[in-house]
T-cell receptor, first 116, second 113 residues
């Protein structure tokens, strides 16, 4: 059984298009995240939701809009895609807030986005 | 100064040797420290967490934490080719409701058979 799942796994698209990535977790966790990992493997948090409420919004262009319809789902919509958006996007979840005492964060398999 | 720093490697060790991975962090109030392993093309997977100064052992893995020196390390004993991966150090950045993990850029470990 997949704990954190993402769709699609691969996404190849043209500059200027709008695309969405979906994430679902079946762990009963309260907190979900989106991370971006660039070509140099640097993994950086973009957004965090706790019980459907946005709690972390890093300095991400407003072309990126997360949505959490319920605490098991966190989607990421990207408008007007740019070449620099090419990366691997990971969804993750944890019971409480990441980095908290004895918190474990579980990652999804990633979505490899290539903007041409 | 980066918030979490690691040597990018590659760190090459022969099979059966001890691999030593190091990480330094800048935020003195950090309380939680994690090591993730990431195989090529896969997602990060938590292998160790440590919260107190000293050593914590789990099988072939030992995490070491020195808060005074703002230093955390991971030792892998009896290294196997299957340990070849990128190891990401992660440190919590406390912000109350906005507590979050800050990752280093990772160290690529290559275990030679």
């Amino acid at each position: 059984d997949t704990a954190v799942s993402q769709t699609p796994k691969y996404l190849v698209t043209q500059m200027g298009n709008d695309k969405s990535i979906k994430c679902e977790q079946n762990l009963g966790h309260d907190t979900m995240y989106w991370y971006k990992q660039d070509s140099k493997k640097f993994l950086k948090i973009m957004f965090s939701y706790n019980n459907k409420e946005l709690i972390i919004n890093e300095t991400v262009p407003n072309r990126f809009s997360p949505k959490s319809p319920d605490k098991a789902h966190l989607n990421l919509h990207i408008n007007s895609l740019e070449l620099g958006d090419s990366a691997v996007y990971f969804c993750a979840s944890s019971h409480g807030l990441a980095g908290g005492f004895r918190e474990t964060q579980y990652f999804g398999p990633g979505t490899r986005l290539l903007v041409l | 100064q980066k918030e979490v720093e690691q040597n990018s490697g590659p760190l090459s060790v022969p099979e059966g040797a001890i691999a030593s991975l190091n990480c330094t962090y800048s935020d003195r109030v950090s309380q939680s420290f994690f090591w993730y392993r990431q195989y090529s093309g896969k997602s990060p997977e938590l292998i160790m967490s440590i919260y107190s100064n000293g050593d914590k052992e789990d099988g072939r893995f030992t995490a070491q934490l020195n808060k005074a020196s703002q230093y955390v390390s991971l030792l892998i004993r009896d290294s196997q080719p299957s340990d070849s991966a990128t190891y990401l150090c992660a440190v919590n950045k406390y912000g109350g409701a906005t507590n979050k993990l800050i990752f280093g850029t990772g160290t690529l470990l290559a275990v030679q058979p």
